[in-house]
């Protein structure tokens, strides 16, 4: 899960981070009224989205006056900001951030992730901050710092100071950065974090370290242990898709393609993508319904994966170990009743019952493709998605 930028920046902190004063609005007004309480004469307006790349897509101003608040938040409010990062539909800005300008001496990058390799939590910094790490590491990457931190141990003093060394940390400043990097690392440990990100971390005119923009991602599998961290989700940044499964407990992934996946157990609905592909097709989404799928939850499978307007054709791959095919076969026939799928449905069932599973399928009289292998199972998939694509049936899926 990701949290806003002036989350991240409440968040870090609380663990003797110093980030500038700021406040957030939810109208223009509001922003305007916001930097009069803040005082000073210069101030930034930041477009609240989950996606960096803000500054080069209008999604951050320096302001000057009133007036350029109201104009400057105006224009933000209620756009779909599109940065590199977001993809084309862009996210909705409906919250924005309004801090004192701060007098930037040099900007850094900083950056916490989890590395799988080494299996430890790795720090990234470099001195050309502002730029995005992709760009750094494609135009400077000698100027790229890592570290990684022994998880026994924590991440010591001496490895930060070595770190701000490397960065041409003035040794006046060593102790600033020394207390950002430990506030950092015991943010990413102690909150389940799989990515703390400072980009740009400025030393200011006066000699300060600042966070100047934060990002954190959460794992959503830990969040059940941090009800303060989840309370900060933020659905409107989120693919509808996927905060639609979330809530009714389904494990979904969206996709570009139109093949809508039903499938129960990760392993399998991997493997069921993989096959699509190889017959030719494109997945709309990977999603398990898990182990113990009762009809009404295959029924509510079928209904997410039909508000999905880019599907085009339906595979149902179940391999029924815990489950019974008789179960998952009425859910089908009983989704199918319920909502309207003018497109092609294919079944494949296997394992428990799966004898009764094709005679309730076979006797539902629905139009239902029936597959006994996964790749028969594909290949008639994608067989039957071009056959009705070549008769120029105009499919919709029905939400
Ligand atoms: P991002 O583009 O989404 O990563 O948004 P950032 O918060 O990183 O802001 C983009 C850029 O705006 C930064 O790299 C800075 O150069 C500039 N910026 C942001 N806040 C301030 C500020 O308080 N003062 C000044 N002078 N520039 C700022
Ligand atoms: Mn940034």
Redesign the pocket.
Known sequence: MDIH?YQAKEVLAGFGVTV?DGALAYSPEQAAYRARELGGDRW?V?AQVHA?????AG??K?CDSDVAILDASEAMFGMKLV?HQTGPEGKGVYRVYV?A??P?SR?IYLGLVLDRTTQRVMIVASAEG?MEIEDISADKPDSIVRATVEPAVGLREFQCRQIAFKLGIDPAQTQQMVRTLQGCYRAFTELDATMVEI??LVVTEDGRIVA??AKMTFDDNALFRHPQISELRDKSQEDPREARAADRGLNYVGLDGNIGCIVNGAGLAMATMDTIKLAGGEPANFLDIGGGATPERVAKAFRLVLSDQKVEAILVNIFAGINRCDWVAEGVVQALREVEVNMPVIVRLAGTNVEEGQKILARSGLPIIRATTLSEAAERTVGAWKNELSQGIKIRAMS
Do not use: H, S, Y
Not at 52 to 56: A, E, L, N, S, T
């Open positions: 930028e500038p930034v930041k960096g790349g803000r500054g080069k999604g951050v320096v940065t801090e300008a701060m930037i900007e502002g980009n740009p100047l923009d």
